[in-house]
C-alpha cells in the first residue's frame, strides 16, 4: 500500500517535470534547484538579518521599540525587514518541496539516507530559527507564543521545567529573556551552515546554487512582495496581559494552530512524533534489495590491469565511492603502463549504479553481474527474437 | 523561426518595461516613496528572468 502510494506519487512528480519541460527549458526547470533555492534563500536571510541586527536592542523596553524605528525611520528598512520575513517563507516552501521531492523520487533510501537525516536536522534547526524569529519583535503574537512555548516545555515529563528556564532565560520572561531569543535565533541559523557541510559531504557534484534566472526571479519576488505586503509589528507586549489572538504564519507557527484544540504539550508531542517518523523514513521500508531491483548487480570492481589512474571514475562517482591511491604496480595494458594511481571502490558505499563504468573508457570498472560479454549476449538475445518470430 | 522572432519581440517589450521600472526607481527615490522604488526594484529583476528565459527559447543562448 505506502509502496504503491509512493510509486504514484514519484510518476506524478516526474509528469510534473514533463510539464514544467513544456514551459520551460530543462535546465531551468525549478525543481531540480529545490536545494540550491533554499541556499539562496538562506543567503538572503543571513543578509538581511545582519542589517537588521544593527539597529535591534534585545530588551524588554526596547526590542518593540527598536523594530519599529527600522521600520519606520531607516531608509528601505522596512523593505529588508519584510524581505527577511518573506524569505524566510520562500526559505521553508524550498525545503519542503526539497524534501517531498527527494522521498517521492526514492533518492533517500540507501547511499543516500545520510542525506535525508542530515536534511531533517536542518528542517529541526531551520524551523528553530525561524519560530524564535517571531518573538525577538516583542508584540502581542511573541508574548503569546512565549507563553505558548513555556506551558509545552513545561508539560515535558521529568526536564520541563528546566527546558521552560532554559527557553526564557529564568523562572519566568526578564531581562535576560530577549537575549536568549536573540541566541536561539542566531544561534540556529548559524548551526545552518555546519549542518550543510554534513547534507553536502557525501555528495560529489550536489546542485548547490540555482541558475541565475531563478535567483533574479527569487530575489525579484521577494522585493515585490516585501514592498506590496510591508511586514509590520501588532500591539506591543504589555506585562501580565494575555491577548486573544495572532496572526499566523502557516510556514513556521502551525503547531501553535493545533493549540486551540489541544494542550500545547500535546502539540508539541506531535510535531516531535512527526519530526522522528520523518527521521526513520529511510528505513521504514522492508524490500529485499532484489525486489527494489537494487544490489542485483554487485558493487563495482576495478579490473587492475586496464586502469590508468586517470581519475574519470573518481570525478564521476555521486556517491563518494572511489578513492584514488597511489599505485603498488604498473598496469598491463599499453594504456596502464605508466599509471600513478589505481582506483579503488568502497564497497559500503558503491550503489550499483553503473555511472562509473559509464565513465571509463578503459574498460577498467565491471559491475560482476554485469558483464559486457553478458550485455552482449543478452543484446544478440533480444536481436534473435524478432528474427525467429518472423520466422 | 517565427517563434524565436515572436520570443524577441517580447523580450523587447519587457525591456522596455525593465525602463519603466528604472524610471519608477528613481522617481521613488527622489520623492521619499521608497516602497514604489522596492517594488519595481523587484518587478525590474522578474523582467530580467522573463528575458533570460525568451533569448533561450529565441535560441539566442544556448544551456551553460
Given amino acids: ?391 | 523561426m517565427r517563434g524565436a522572432a515572436s520570443a524577441l519581440a517580447l523580450a523587447g517589450f519587457l525591456a522596455v518595461l525593465a525602463l519603466v521600472c528604472v524610471a519608477a526607481m528613481v522617481y521613488g527615490e527622489w520623492f521619499d516613496r521608497r516602497l514604489l522604488s522596492s517594488g519595481a526594484l523587484g518587478v525590474l529583476l522578474v523582467l530580467y528572468a522573463a528575458i533570460v528565459v525568451l533569448f533561450r527559447k529565441a535560441g539566442i543562448t544556448a544551456e551553460e
Fill in chain 1, 1 to 391: 500500500m505506502y509502496r504503491r502510494l509512493l510509486t504514484g506519487l514519484q510518476s506524478a512528480t516526474l509528469r510534473l517535470d514533463v510539464g514544467i519541460q513544456r514551459v520551460l527549458p530543462q535546465d531551468f526547470n525549478p525543481l531540480y534547484y529545490t536545494g540550491g533555492l533554499a541556499n539562496l534563500f538562506l543567503t538572503v536571510l543571513v543578509v538581511s538579518g545582519i542589517l537588521i541586527f544593527l539597529y535591534y536592542e534585545p530588551s524588554l523596553e526596547g526590542a518593540y521599540a527598536s523594530v519599529e524605528f527600522l521600520t519606520r525611520d531607516v531608509p528601505y528598512g522596512v523593505v529588508f525587514r519584510g524581505i527577511h520575513r518573506y524569505a524566510a517563507d520562500a526559505y521553508m516552501v524550498a525545503i519542503l518541496l526539497h524534501l517531498f521531492r527527494n522521498w517521492f523520487t526514492d533518492r533517500y533510501r540507501e547511499a543516500r539516507d545520510s542525506q535525508w537525516l542530515s536534511g531533517m536536522v536542518l528542517l529541526v534547526f531551520s524551523g528553530l530559527a525561524g519560530f524564535t524569529g517571531y518573538l525577538l519583535v516583542w508584540d502581542e503574537r511573541s508574548q503569546m507564543l512565549t507563553s505558548l512555548t513555556v506551558q509545552a516545555l513545561r508539560s515535558v515529563p521529568l526536564v520541563g521545567h528546566w527546558l521552560a528556564e532554559v527557553f526564557v532565560g529564568g523562572p519566568g520572561v526578564s531581562d535576560t529573556t530577549l537575549p536568549r531569543f536573540l541566541f536561539l535565533h542566531v544561534g540556529p541559523a548559524m548551526a545552518l551552515y555546519v549542518l550543510l557541510w554534513w547534507h553536502y559531504v557525501r555528495l560529489r557534484h550536489p546542485k548547490i546554487w540555482p541558475p541565475a534566472v531563478w535567483v533574479l526571479f527569487g530575489l525579484g519576488l521577494l522585493f515585490i512582495l516585501a514592498s506590496v505586503l510591508p511586514a509590520t509589528s501588532g500591539r506591543p507586549a504589555q506585562p501580565g496581559a494575555s491577548p486573544e489572538g495572532f496572526p499566523v504564519d502557516w510556514f513556521y507557527l502551525w503547531p501553535y494552530v493545533l493549540a486551540r484544540w489541544m494542550a500545547p504539550g500535546w502539540a508539541l508531542a506531535l510535531v516531535v512524533a512527526l519530526l522522528a517518523y520523518g527521521m526513520v523514513i529511510p528505513y521504514t521500508l522492508r524490500e529485499t534489495p532484489e525486489e527494489r531491483g537494487l544490489r542485483a548487480l554487485g558493487q563495482a570492481v576495478v579490473v587492475d590491469e586496464n586502469c590508468t589512474g586517470c581519475e574519470l571514475c573518481y570525478y564521476d562517482c555521486p556517491y563518494n565511492a572511489i578513492y584514488m591511491v597511489p599505485s603498488p604496480a604498473p598496469g598491463k595494458s599499453r594504456a596502464a603502463a605508466n599509471r600513478k594511481l589505481l582506483a579503488v571502490v568502497v564497497d559500503s558505499r558503491c550503489v550499483e549504479c553503473g555511472i562509473c563504468i559509464g565513465a571509463c573508457p578503459f574498460e577498467a570498472l565491471e559491475l560482476p553481474r554485469m558483464l559486457d560479454r553478458d550485455v552482449q549476449q543478452r543484446i544478440q538475445r533480444g536481436a534473435q527474437a524478432p528474427a525467429a518470430a518472423a520466422t
